[in-house]
């Protein structure tokens, strides 16, 4: 951004606070489920779910970093962390399986997913440039630039809004598939409940932000026009 704009700050302080709160909830339960051990590691668990729905020729990599644990559609490969990948506890288990249940939908065709994967370029591009578009826009006071920024951060939004249900279907195939194939039990089942519940607050947050950014330059732009 040109300049730092307080007053969007203040706007969108309520998602950013949930933001910090939902942080400090994952790693506080996974943490926690972190403790508690598992029949099998993260990788034989994720293994297990994509073998139960026939997808034996999904790859799962070993990939560096911490929680960075994701699906690569185009590639068809499960990249877990090294905690999920080795880890034998309900936080790697849970998480393993999450990510497995993209590659379930993947594989199901399910729609929001698509949807999804053909928004990420927008969003990519939008994430920067709508931002620096429409805060330029405010600054010199062109409203056709603020407009411009505004309808390119549109694709952001719409991207956070279709991950939604997107990460709640994956973990809710990937709890269902962890009982069924006998992975975890039901009396295990309320520890990978929470990791996966705090998980997607993260993403409710960041949905949230979004929403709140495109209103505050909205609600900018409408003022200017009336203005006239």
């Known amino acids: 951004m040109p300049f730092f704009d307080f007053h969007l700050l203040l706007f969108i302080a309520p998602a950013l ?5 939902a942080q400090i909830l994952v790693q506080s339960t996974y943490s926690r489920s972190k403790q ?3 029949r099998m590691s ?6 297990h779910v994509l073998d139960g729905s026939g997808l034996y020729d999904v790859e799962i990599e070993q990939i560096p970093g911490h929680l960075s644990d994701h699906y690569d559609p185009r590639h068809k490969v499960l990249r877990l962390s090294p905690d999920v990948y080795h880890g034998r506890n309900m936080s790697a288990v849970g998480i393993a399986a999450h990510e497995a249940g993209h590659a379930l939908q993947d594989a199901k065709r399910y729609a929001p997913l698509v949807i999804r994967n053909a928004a990420v370029p927008a969003a990519n591009f939008g994430s920067s440039a709508g931002i620096l578009l429409a805060a330029l826009g405010m600054f010199l006071r062109m409203e056709p630039l603020l407009l411009i920024g505004i309808v390119v951060f549109a694709g952001v939004v719409f991207f956070q809004v279709v991950n939604l249900p997107v990460e709640f279907n994956a973990s809710t195939r990937a ?3 962890l009982v069924d194939l006998g992975i975890i039990d039901q009396e295990e089942l309320p520890y990978v409940r929470k990791v996966l519940n705090a998980a997607a607050l ?3 947050a960041a949905t949230l932000q ?5 209103l505050y330059y909205v609600l900018h732009f ?3 026009r009336s203005d006239d």
């Open 202 to 204: 993260t993403y409710v």
């Open 17 to 21: 606070i949930l933001g910090f709160i």
């Open 36 to 38: 508690v051990g598992a």
């Open 222 to 224: 409408m003022g200017g």
């Open 210 to 214: 979004s929403i709140l950014t495109l």
């Open 175 to 177: 709890k269902r598939q």
């Open 42 to 47: 993260g990788y034989a668990a994720a293994r």
